[in-house]
């Protein structure tokens, strides 16, 4: 195993910054970014403590939850979840957030860097009532950086295309989750099955 531990190595192995991608980067929003913003129905948030301890939390809702406050700011809506909120302890401590914009059938993604804060209550909360439910929470974004991403990842994977999808042979939900903690999972495999069911989540998307 070779590691790479110096910046002058790794941007040698790496060659330079072409000039697109290198000068691609802005700190306010396009006319562009807005419309991309309002046809996304699924975010990634990447937030890290003090410490560097990281967390990358998936956000989805109707497509344009995503609300865009400023040319600079955007508010990312928060519903009922594990209450675990690793991402949004991760934020008291530091406020430095990444967010990755993703819509179905795109291969390109529009990127978000900024620096958060947590908002219990915004009169813009009504906006992002769904199906009568306001959100718990809202992470207020600055924008730092915004650009967007090529589609090179999405096309080696083939993540949007069904022909080229893998059989899915993985273990259910339920059987990985008492396989993982058996100690914790006292329900039965049957009964786990019955609680990981879509008819089941759907009834707690939007309720504690």
Same mark, same amino acid.
């Given at each position: 195993?070779?590691?790479?531990?110096?910046?002058?190595?790794?941007?040698?192995?790496?060659?330079?910054?072409?000039?697109?991608?290198?000068?691609?980067?802005? %700190?306010?929003?396009?006319?562009?970014?807005?419309?991309?913003?309002?046809?996304? #129905?699924?975010?990634?948030?990447?937030?890290?403590?003090? !410490?560097?301890?990281? !967390?990358?939390?998936?956000?989805?809702? #109707? =497509? $344009?939850?995503?609300?865009?406050?400023? %040319?600079?700011? @955007?508010?990312?809506?928060?519903? #009922?979840?594990?209450?675990?909120? !690793?991402?949004?302890?991760?934020?008291?401590?530091?406020?430095?957030?990444?967010?990755?914009?993703? @819509? #179905?059938?795109? $291969? %390109?993604?529009? &990127?978000?860097?900024? &620096? =958060?804060?947590?908002?219990?209550?915004?009169?813009?909360?009504?906006?992002?009532?769904? *199906?009568?439910?306001?959100?718990?929470?809202?992470?207020?974004?600055? @924008?730092?950086?915004?650009?967007?991403?090529?589609?090179?990842?999405?096309? &080696?994977?083939?993540?949007?295309?069904?022909? &080229?999808?893998?059989?899915?042979?993985?273990?259910? +939900? +339920?059987?990985?989750?008492? %396989?993982?903690?058996?100690? =914790?999972?006292?329900?039965?495999?049957?009964?786990?099955?019955?609680?990981?069911?879509?008819?089941?989540?759907?009834?707690?998307?939007? *309720?504690?």
């Amino acid at each position: 195993m070779s590691e790479i531990t110096d910046p002058v190595e790794l941007r040698e192995l790496l060659g330079e910054v072409a000039w697109r991608p290198k000068n691609k980067v802005r %700190d306010s929003l396009h006319a562009h970014d807005r419309e991309w913003i309002a046809a996304t #129905p699924f975010v990634v948030v990447a937030t890290s403590d003090a !410490d560097g301890n990281c !967390d990358a939390s998936p956000k989805g809702d #109707p =497509a $344009g939850f995503v609300k865009v406050l400023d %040319d600079k700011t @955007i508010a990312i809506p928060e519903r #009922p979840g594990n209450r675990r909120a !690793d991402g949004y302890f991760n934020i008291l401590s530091n406020p430095h957030v990444g967010v990755l914009f993703m @819509i #179905p059938r795109r $291969g %390109d993604t529009l &990127r978000i860097n900024g &620096r =958060a804060r947590l908002v219990r209550d915004a009169p813009y909360f009504e906006d992002m009532t769904v *199906k009568g439910h306001r959100p718990i929470l809202a992470i207020e974004v600055a @924008i730092d950086q915004i650009f967007f991403h090529c589609a090179k990842a999405f096309m &080696r994977s083939s993540l949007w295309d069904p022909e &080229r999808w893998p059989e899915d042979t993985l273990p259910s +939900a +339920a059987r990985m989750a008492k %396989d993982v903690m058996p100690a =914790a999972m006292t329900e039965t495999v049957e009964q786990l099955e019955e609680y990981y069911a879509p008819a089941n989540y759907e009834k707690m998307l939007y *309720k504690s």
